[in-house]
């Protein structure tokens, strides 16, 4: 029996997925629209804003319906990861899935830590895990790898906007364990004994296209030894953060009948770093058509045209003329 108190009309807005580890993002797509479909909704366009490895958990932002226009911006969008690194064993893999690949004994002193993460801060080169999704002449990179061919992937330039240790120790104690590390006589007392690490728990800020497993080998080879990734959690993907996220129980219940009011978040969520520019409803209607708006005071610049508070479109302005970027077909407040 159909429920004739749902919408008649597709969904717009955002889901917030906490995703457990173990399901892929495709997969969290699928979940949502199955559950949209069992609790009686209106078929609704569904895309996700940010691949999430299986192993990994965490933010997983679920475009609806005209946020599905957005879905490219939030790929764009930097994240913030928590991730353990293993110290001992490097696999094929760079996480737990792999077959070990290398190993090493030595374990960094913990207070070595916080000395070398300056150095994987700000813009850096980076060299993609052979398993990843990239394209290598047309063929998936971990494709390539599963079928036992030698993989070569390119370096290419990520930013790492912070990289922190919680619980890090003083300056002082950190440097003269990393001159300890390095060879270098210890100024202060070699003869202390040095809490070695097995493992350590990281918190990065990242731009596009940085790979945690790459930044997690490159960590643990720079402290003398080698490591994997044993945990992942993306706790923000651009504007969004685990506080809004929802998990699969919760997403589950909406397919037997909860209400989606306070777990939908609206379209202009993943739009919060935009300015609202508001239009009359000829300079909207203008908007709805493609065509380009004149006049107006405002500098130059992205923003997000509204008519009474109802996003209308994406619009670039640019000398006094906004041009259309991308246009949203969601109905006006008087509907």
């Known amino acids: 029996m159909t429920d004739t108190s749902r919408p008649k009309r597709p969904l717009s807005g955002w889901l917030i997925l906490d995703k457990p580890r173990g ?13 949209l479909r069992e609790g009686s909704y209106a078929k609704t366009k569904v895309g996700h804003g940010g691949t999430l490895d299986p192993l990994a958990e965490g933010v997983l932002p679920i475009a609806l319906g005209e946020a599905t226009k957005l879905a490219g911006r939030m790929l764009d969008a930097s994240k913030i990861y928590e991730f353990t690194i293993q110290f001992g064993e ?49 063929k998936r990179a971990y494709d390539r790898a599963r079928a036992g061919e030698q993989v ?3 370096t290419r330039e990520v930013t790492i906007h912070s990289l922190t240790f919680p619980g890090a120790l003083v300056d002082e104690e950190a440097q003269s364990a990393f001159a300890t ?37 490159d960590i643990a080879r720079a402290l003398g030894t080698v490591g994997h990734v044993t945990y992942l959690r993306r706790t923000r993907a651009g504007p969004f953060t685990e506080s809004q996220a929802i998990s699969l129980d919760s997403l589950n219940e909406i397919g037997k009948g909860a209400g989606l009011q306070d777990r939908i978040l ?14 009359n409803p000829e300079s909207a209607q203008a908007a709805r058509q493609g065509r ?22 994406l619009v670039e302005l640019d000398g006094g003329s906004a041009k259309v970027v991308r246009g949203f077909n969601l109905p006006d407040v008087a509907e």
């Open 90 to 138: 490097e696999t094929s893999t760079l996480d737990t899935e792999g077959e070990v690949t290398q190993t090493s004994s030595h374990r960094p002193p913990m207070a070595a830590i916080p000395a070398v993460l300056e150095y994987f801060t700000g813009s850096i080169e980076q060299v993609p895990p052979a398993y990843s999704a990239l394209m290598i002449d047309g």
């Open 292 to 313: 380009i708006i004149s006049g107006l005071p405002q500098p130059d610049g992205l923003y997000c045209a509204t008519l009474g508070g109802v996003p209308v479109a």
């Open 152 to 154: 070569e992937m390119k």
């Open 181 to 217: 590390t390095k060879g270098r006589p210890d100024p202060y007392d070699p003869a202390a004994p040095l809490e070695l690490a097995d493992s350590v728990t990281l918190v990065a800020h990242v731009s596009k296209g940085t790979y945690i497993r790459s930044l997690a080998r």
């Open 266 to 279: 609206p379209l202009e969520a993943g739009l919060d770093d935009i300015p609202a520019l508001s239009l």
């Open 23 to 35: 399901l892929g993002s495709t997969q969290a797509v699928g979940a949502v629209k199955r559950n």
